[in-house]
Structure formats: structure tokens, C-alpha cells
């Protein structure tokens, strides 16, 4: 069994991701990730872009310019 890999948004954590075959299935800890429980991703990276569209960057973080 691989090593689960923590996928974290804007320093919370959305889920993880365990390798099944050429594959990396996402699990979700908490909202609003658990609309991609369960979804395969082909590297770590991708599943944390996808977690990360169902989370905007805080507005307290954003820049202003």
C-alpha cells in the first residue's frame, strides 16, 4: 500500500489522495470536497487543483491592486 499524500487548501485540509495502480484517488475530510470523494486524478497535483476550484483563496488573503 502507497503512502497517502495530504492535499491541503489555502492551509486546511481538503482530503488525501492514496496511489491505486497508475492512479490516485481522492478522499475527502470535509466540505465542499466531498463532491470529489472518490475521484481518481492522474497525479497528487491534479487532485489539489481540482480541490482548490471548490475553494476560493479566502477574500482576507487576496491582494488588492
Same mark, same amino acid.
Given at each position: 500500500?502507497?503512502?497517502?499524500?495530504?492535499?491541503?487548501?489555502?492551509?486546511?485540509?481538503?482530503?488525501?489522495?492514496?496511489?491505486? @495502480?497508475? =492512479?490516485?484517488?481522492?478522499? &475527502?475530510?470535509? #466540505? /465542499?470536497?466531498?463532491?470529489?470523494?472518490? $475521484?481518481?486524478?492522474?497525479?497528487? @497535483?491534479? =487532485?489539489?487543483?481540482?480541490? &482548490?476550484?471548490? #475553494? /476560493?483563496?479566502?477574500?482576507?488573503?487576496? $491582494?488588492?491592486?
Amino acid at each position: 500500500m502507497s503512502e497517502p499524500y495530504i492535499v491541503e487548501i489555502w492551509g486546511q485540509p481538503a482530503g488525501f489522495v492514496l496511489k491505486e @495502480g497508475n =492512479a490516485f484517488r481522492f478522499h &475527502a475530510l470535509a #466540505r /465542499p470536497f466531498f463532491a470529489l470523494d472518490g $475521484t481518481q486524478f492522474t497525479t497528487p @497535483g491534479h =487532485a489539489r487543483l481540482a480541490a &482548490a476550484r471548490l #475553494r /476560493p483563496r479566502p477574500l482576507a488573503e487576496r $491582494t488588492l491592486h
